[in-house]
């Protein structure tokens, strides 16, 4: 069945950096854009950043523009997000979804916690 | 890109239809037919439920309906079961962004 699981998470420092991963199956995953969102603690969901299925268009929220670097590797059926120069404000539960753009995503993970603490 | 207004919470009692509402504007709501809407349960993820604001995907119940009217989108809950109690999210496609969420309702069955 399609499915995506998210893997990477973990504790870090504010300033320090962490890459999560998506591994994806069930589904030809180069055929299709993939995304990331966010939800902190207690709160709503934030969209942080999409890639193409050929990882040739990017989109990058405020939030995390300049920090934050989206990738795919479609022979792994992997995607991965980059985080550099981490927050407080960065503490959140990442998901990856399959995106149907534009009508947004219509699979996710399970999700894999960041806490960015000292 | 301002959240989509949700009510914070609706409430009804098991059987009842309930209707949860997300206002955007003419950039997000107003201006294209992608509004889907999301189900979370207490330490799941999303789940769609609704999307291109009318379609259910396969799997989804029929008592679980979408529908837009200006700016506004609405979800409808007919036939109110326990399993429905759970935090529900809109989302729209916008000129910018691309997708803004809505801000969260907290459904309870009473």
């Known amino acids: 069945q399609v499915q995506l699981v998210e893997s990477g998470g973990g504790l870090v420092k504010p300033g320090g950096s962490l890459r999560v991963s998506c591994a994806a199956s069930?589904?030809?995953?180069?055929?299709?854009?993939m995304s990331w969102i966010r939800q902190a603690p207690g709160k709503g969901l934030e969209y942080i950043s999409y890639?193409?299925?050929?990882?040739?268009?990017?989109y990058y929220a405020d939030s995390v523009k300049g920090r934050f670097t989206i990738s795919r590797d479609n022979a792994k059926n992997s995607l991965y997000l980059q985080m550099n120069s981490l927050r407080a404000e960065d503490t959140a539960v990442y998901y990856c979804a399959r995106d149907q753009l534009p009508r947004g995503g219509d699979v996710w993970g399970q999700g894999t916690t960041v806490t960015v603490s000292s | 890109q301002s959240a989509l207004t949700q009510p914070a919470s609706v409430s009804g009692s098991p059987g009842q239809s309930i209707t949860i509402s997300c206002t955007g504007t003419s950039s997000d709501v107003g201006g294209y037919e992608y509004v889907s809407w999301y189900q979370q349960h207490p330490g799941k993820a999303p789940k769609l439920m609704i999307y291109?604001?009318?379609n259910r995907p396969s799997g989804v119940s029929n008592r679980f309906s979408g529908s837009k009217s200006g700016n506004t989108a609405s979800l409808t809950i007919s036939g109110l079961q326990a399993e429905d109690e759970a935090d529900y999210y809109c989302s729209s496609y916008t000129s910018t962004s691309p997708y803004v969420f809505g801000t969260g309702t907290k459904v309870t069955v009473l």
């Open positions: 291109d604001v009318t």
């Open positions: 890639i193409s299925s050929s990882g040739s268009t990017i």
């Open positions: 069930g589904f030809t995953f180069s055929d299709y854009y």
